[in-house]
């Protein structure tokens, strides 16, 4: 079932499709694409220039770009250089860049000419920075090495090309939705291992195969299937620079892909804008997936029904390379659940004594496999808090039924406690999902005088005037009365990372000061 021809070091599987099918499409943007011959030399290129520029094996190299065929390019050039690649968010607040460029004391960065006038300013906070390659977008022309020029001329040096994939290629940052993002340290090994046990026996991902991807390449569930996964399967894909639900209609219309990888918000954004057209089908999708945050049984339920394909969902953490279970497209499924573990891969729910709790029961879910990281980078206490006995300690809560399908409940840290009975958020805000006329939802916990602490609900409404009584009323309908929400908030978005997780930091934040007003 493990395809292992597909865990190699990523110069072995550019060559091999350069060979293979060099004149197939690999990668394709709005503003032009590129073979996988192509990429075998342009990667090479870079890489060679990245060595004639002072890069050393192990130095760390930021990839500060949008979604674009360059994210990836460089991505494989920096590897081919024997370089660790360090993903930001093009959309990334200064603080949060200059946190990461100084954390993982990065020597270059990739960006473009329109974020030039941004890196001269933050530089001097950055000692470690002292290479800028900058890559055509914008008005602006900025101090740095010219990215093109450095793809198609030839270097000095020839790409390093190491053959090793166990120690540290990539540091992907957590999204940090309840604190400081911390740099999870992963291996080519680890998250070609995940495309070799996953995607390609589960979602038989294979070079027939051409994907729309919307998804945020800094993410690791991005930078392992629409990066790593496509080459490693020697598919095509359409990187879609943002997701827009309008333009990725338009594109699936086009009958020219088979598989669509997103996370739960695209999926409702698809249904809202189609409503009350029927059943549609799109294009060629053969295959739908879903990971980066719970996806709600109704709407998995919803999405099928309308299009006619499956949609599976998955549990996946940066700190497992992605994915730790799936649901398969062939035998019985629980909607609502994130399917089983990957083939290969151990888990188990212990309770607070670190003992297996029983079937049913709720307790942290622990994970160990050949995915899970290194550790945390220049973070020894908290690797050694999260690594323990061999064992990743993911701080999520779950459940596993009688035929081994798990449930993920919600997060020890985000665990409402209401005069000493436990409530997570994920239960309450699955059945407030299922109301007609609510779009998206999210729960915290807010500080009550008697109580400690209380649900306060936030809702995106479907209509113009909503009611907050028959939300409640719906509440109390599926609901023991200690978790019915005390409060009710309607908001115009619910606030998510870009792989879609809730930033629950910050409806609280808005409830207390709200509250203090």
């Known amino acids: ?26 990668f394709e943007d709005a503003g032009g694409k590129v073979t996988y011959g192509e990429l075998a030399s342009r990667t090479a290129n870079l890489a060679g220039h990245f060595s004639d520029l002072g890069i050393r094996p192990g130095d760390r190299v930021v990839i500060f770009l949008p979604n674009c065929v360059r994210w990836v390019e460089a991505c494989f050039a920096i590897a081919r250089a024997g370089a660790v690649s360090v993903p930001i968010s093009y959309d990334a607040t200064e603080g949060e860049v200059v946190y990461r460029l100084q954390d993982a004391a990065c020597s270059m960065v990739i960006t473009t000419d329109e974020r030039s006038g941004f890196i001269e300013a933050i530089r001097q906070q950055c000692p470690d920075l002292g290479t800028v390659v900058l890559i055509e977008r914008g008005q602006a022309k900025g101090k740095g090495h010219r990215y093109e020029d450095l793809a198609v001329k030839k270097a000095v040096s020839a790409p390093r090309d190491s053959l090793t994939m166990h120690e540290p290629a990539f540091i992907v940052y957590t999204s940090g939705t309840t604190g400081r993002a911390k740099g999870v340290l992963l291996s080519t090994h680890s998250m070609l291992w995940v495309t070799a046990s996953c995607w390609a026996p589960i979602a038989m991902l294979s070079d027939t195969d051409t994907l729309l991807s919307p998804l945020p390449l800094f993410h690791s569930y991005a930078l392992n299937l629409s990066v790593l996964g496509v080459l490693a399967a020697g598919a095509s894909e359409y990187i879609m620079e943002k997701f827009s639900t309008s333009d990725a209609l338009r594109l699936l219309s086009t009958g020219k892909f088979t598989v669509f990888p997103g996370v739960p918000t695209m999926f409702h954004y698809l249904l809202e804008a189609t409503k009350g057209e029927g059943r549609l089908k799109l294009g060629a999708i053969r295959l739908a997936l879903s990971a980066g945050a719970i996806m709600p049984a109704p709407l998995n339920r919803e999405f099928e029904s309308k299009f006619g394909i499956k949609l599976l969902d998955g549990y996946g953490i940066t700190e497992t390379s ?13 909607l609502g659940s994130c399917g089983l573990p990957v083939p290969g891969l151990s888990v188990r729910i212990v309770g607070q004594d670190g003992k297996d709790v029983a079937q049913g029961s709720e307790g ?6 050949p995915n899970v990281m290194l550790g945390y980078h220049n973070k020894p206490d908290e690797t050694a808090t999260a690594l323990r006995d061999g064992w990743y300690h993911t701080g999520d809560l779950a459940k596993s039924d009688e035929n081994g399908f798990l449930t ?14 436990n409530i ?17 939802c999210a729960v915290v916990g807010v500080p009550h005088q008697h109580l400690g602490e209380v649900v306060a609900l936030f809702v995106v409404s479907r209509v113009a005037s ?6 409640l009323a719906h509440c109390r309908k599926y609901l023991s ?12 978005e619910i606030p998510r990372t ?11 934040a808005a409830f207390e000061s709200r509250s203090a007003g």
């Open 466 to 471: 909503p009611d907050r009584e028959a939300i």
């Open 481 to 492: 009365s200690y978790k019915v929400p005390e409060s009710v908030s309607f908001v115009d």
């Open 424 to 440: 997570a958020p994920a239960e309450i805000e699955e059945i407030v999902g299922g109301h007609e006329h609510v779009v998206d």
């Open 322 to 334: 992605t994915m730790v279970t799936m649901n398969w497209p062939s035998g019985g499924r629980v």
């Open 1 to 26: 079932m493990l395809q292992t021809d597909l865990i190699a070091p990523i110069p072995v599987l550019i060559q091999r499709h350069a060979g293979e099918r060099g004149r197939k499409i690999a």
């Open 364 to 369: 942290e879910l622990i994970v160990r496999g």
């Open 498 to 508: 870009g792989s879609g997780k809730i930033m629950r930091f910050k409806l609280r």
């Open 408 to 421: 993920i409940t919600g997060r020890l840290k985000e665990l409402i406690i209401r005069g000493g009975q």
